[in-house]
């Protein structure tokens, strides 16, 4: 068991004299026979039913203790001081265990009370609407949530209206923090603003210890249409003496039905709107129907005044109470509408507006003359006057693209493409007119350059290629595009086209400055011009034929003088594939080639030698050296030193 020394003693018996030791030390502990009890006090208690420590405030035998006045961080100062001679260095205390957020701030959220306000544009009865909300934050990862109590028959999807997240607070990136939440301010919050206008206890509690000083909580807002449906309805009784049963029994499903028009066109943006006025003799009530038109814009809505006692003349207001919104009744209406202030041709004021009767059906006709003796309905022409129709006025052809391509700009805002006669296209299909043309120039170079001139009859276009001539100077090739070309002294206005009656042998045909005189044509065009006389007029067609007169007279000869023949199918097959390489090239044979090889054969045999044969051939400008020629020329071969001539004619008759 450790002895018990008081600090007072030791200190004297260290630093003092023997006596003076002697003298404190009796002074303290002498004994006193009064004491009895010399147990130590208690330094722990329960409270609620936990246990905590007390420091003792009497010592052994019931002695006062003076109580330490040192403060605990003074105290655990001191506690960690030892004598570094005997026990050496101290030891530090601990430091304190680190606490996670989401353990010290688990299950601890701040909720705040806020509203925002929404649009309502399609509603008649509100044009605002006022929801209210919760906005939670939690504490342990800074996520915020909104929620909105569920209101019955409200008919708005609520409950969450926006899910627990971290919520944006700007375009740089930053969130919104518990610093950011004050009451009396407003948040927005994805487009949205939010009104807070107050808070929890917690929440109060919580952002006063951190040192924020809370705005004075706000007044709710409230929704005016929600509050307005909790109001009970106004009920109306209005007291009569006339016999309304006998009326309805007489006059049950029996209406009249008037045709008026509306003339607001000295408002702004108004207009003449068509109605029909219903008046109910069953109990004098007057219905105001709209008339939709198609395409009218308007919404569709079916009646304009809802069938009611209609006031005609009112009593005079005495009062300062408005009129607006006074209940109409016997008391306040001098006389009320009825069936004989309706007439066709005559305006009614129904609730402000001027209605103007221009007919009505066939029963209210009866009626009234059974009625009122009235015959006399003519009913008014209410009809818009057709519009002046405003002539359109087309700008100049500006030379870009083709002119009917241009002209459809000046018709629609999207431009369409300019409408093809599919059937004519569908007959016309690769039929094209081919000529052989001569340019008409000063310059005596351009009378040596060849041409040939199509005309595609499925489209009405036109295309020149020139033949490429060895040693010229110049490339042949696509002279002019396909396009439709206009006759001289045409305006782009009425443009007029070359067709193909325009075109026979010596005329000539100018091509944007160009001018082209026809000297030959190909043998498809006469049998065109033939097979339609009707297109063509007979003195063109009859040109034509004299123009092919002698080409068809030298064929004939070649034919008859012709003896002895090749192999024919592999004649015809040859003949085929030449001519078809021959169209592919746009090369186009003289028409006097066959009278220039009949004139060479002079004893009318039918064979001319190689020699005479080649010459005349690069007199014509026939390619021999070209492979198929070649092989035409063996297969027309006699002998060694001759070629029968008409076999190899065929190839250049079609």
């Not at 601890?108 to 609407?129: A, C, M, N, W």
Request: charged share 30%.
């Amino acid at each position: 068991m450790r002895e018990w020394r008081n600090p007072q003693v030791t200190r004297a018996v260290t630093f003092g004299s023997p006596r003076s030791a002697t003298r404190k030390y009796s002074s303290h502990c002498c004994f006193n026979p009064e004491k009895t009890a010399f147990h130590r006090s208690q330094t722990l208690g329960y409270k609620n039913g936990f246990a905590f420590k007390r420091l003792p405030t009497t010592g052994i035998g019931g002695q006062r203790l003076h109580v330490n006045q040192l403060s605990p961080a003074e105290l655990d100062e001191l506690a960690n001081k030892r004598p570094t001679l005997t026990y050496g260095q101290a030891k530090q205390a601990p430091p304190s265990d680190f606490i996670p957020a989401h353990v010290a701030f688990d299950k601890k959220v701040l909720k705040f009370d806020g509203y925002f306000q929404e649009d309502v544009p399609i509603s008649t009865e509100e044009h605002f609407r006022i929801r209210q909300v919760g906005i939670y934050y939690y504490l342990e990862d800074d996520s915020m949530s909104v929620m909105e109590p569920i209101v019955e028959n409200s008919g708005i999807p609520q409950g969450k209206f926006i899910k627990r997240q971290r919520l944006p607070k700007n375009d740089r990136g930053d969130h919104y923090h518990w610093k950011d939440l004050n009451r009396g301010i407003n948040i927005t919050i994805y487009g949205k603003t939010f009104r807070i206008v107050d808070c929890d206890a917690f929440t109060q509690t919580f952002l006063e210890s951190q040192g924020i000083e809370l705005n004075p909580p706000e007044r709710m807002i409230f929704d005016p249409y929600t509050e307005l449906r909790k109001m009970p309805l106004r009920t109306y009784v209005t007291p009569s003496d006339f016999d309304q049963l006998k009326q309805f029994l007489a006059f049950d499903k029996k209406v009249l039905r008037f045709y008026a028009m509306w003339d607001d066109t000295e408002s702004m943006f108004g207009e003449n709107r068509r109605f029909i006025i219903h008046y109910y003799l069953a109990d004098d009530t007057v219905e105001v129907r709209e008339v939709h038109e198609r395409n009218d814009g308007r919404d569709p809505f079916p009646v304009l005044i809802r069938r009611q006692h209609l006031p005609k003349k009112l009593a005079e207001k005495k009062g300062p109470f408005p009129t607006c919104v006074l209940e109409i009744s016997d008391q306040e209406v001098l006389e009320w509408f009825t069936a004989k202030d309706f007439a066709v041709g005559k305006s009614t004021t129904l609730l402000g507006r001027s209605f103007f009767i221009y007919d009505c059906d066939e029963f209210t006709r009866q009626f009234y003359q059974d009625k009122f003796g009235i015959t006399d309905f003519h009913p008014v022409d209410v009809r818009k006057p057709p519009p002046e129709e405003i002539k359109q006025e087309i700008p100049p052809y500006n030379g870009f693209g083709f002119l009917e391509d241009s002209l459809q700009n000046c018709f629609s805002l999207i431009p369409q493409a300019p409408k093809k006669n599919v059937l004519k296209m569908l007959e016309n299909d690769r039929k094209v007119l081919r000529y052989a043309v001569r340019m008409e120039s000063p310059n005596p170079e351009d009378s040596k350059r060849h041409f040939v001139l199509s005309y595609c009859l499925a489209t009405d276009m036109m295309s020149i290629y020139e033949r490429p001539m060895r040693n010229s100077g110049r490339i042949g090739g696509k002279f002019l595009a396909k396009t439709r070309v206009c006759k001289p002294g045409s305006t782009t206005d009425i443009p007029v086209y070359y067709e193909p009656a325009d075109f026979t042998i010596g005329a000539m045909v100018e091509v944007f400055s160009h001018r082209f005189i026809i000297i030959d044509a190909d043998s498809f065009v006469l049998k065109y011009m033939e097979g339609n006389l009707e297109s063509f007029p007979p003195a063109v067609v009859q040109s034509m034929r004299d123009h092919f007169a002698p080409r068809q007279a030298a064929a004939e000869a070649v034919k008859r003088l012709a003896s002895d023949e090749p192999d024919k199918q592999e004649l015809d097959a040859l003949t085929e594939q030449i001519q078809e390489h021959m169209r592919r090239h746009n090369y186009l044979p003289d028409s006097n080639m066959q009278a220039a090889f009949l004139q060479q054969d002079k004893d009318g045999s039918g064979l001319l030698s190689r020699e005479e044969f080649c010459a005349l051939c690069d007199q014509f400008k026939v390619p021999v050296d070209d492979p198929l020629f070649q092989k035409l020329i063996a297969l027309c071969s006699h002998g060694e030193n001759q070629i029968r001539y008409p076999n190899f004619l065929r190839v250049f008759e079609g």
